[in-house]
């Protein structure tokens, strides 16, 4: 398991854990990078229509930033943590780097 998942909050308990892990998965199957992604980062249009190997590595290392800040908003109890921000960008994380598998087959 990568590091940027490891953290989820709540992880530690056994149904709030597998409810998570679950529906990061489902979401991450349905993940759709014109439809979600401007809304979790300040990307433009050009990169977002960018199917290269490269911009999908520059926007995974964005989102993998994304979710650095998010676990430690979490971590310190921050009144600007939003669990489903969280979740979303774990969604996306994920469905970028099987993306980034696929280009790299």
């Known amino acids: 398991m ?20 679950q529906l990061v998965k489902a979401g991450s199957g349905s993940y759709q990078r014109q439809q979600h992604l401007q809304q979790l980062l300040p990307v433009s249009l050009v990169k977002i229509d960018d199917r290269s190997s490269q911009n999908c590595r520059w926007i995974v290392s964005r989102l993998a930033t994304a979710l650095r800040q998010e676990r430690n908003r979490g971590r310190c109890g921050h009144w600007a943590y939003s669990l489903n921000r969280h979740v979303a960008l774990l969604q996306a994380y994920r469905g970028e780097r099987e993306l980034l598998e696929k280009l790299m087959d």
């Open 2 to 21: 990568d590091t940027v998942t490891s953290h989820i909050p709540g992880k530690n308990q056994s149904g709030v854990g597998r409810s998570l892990k």
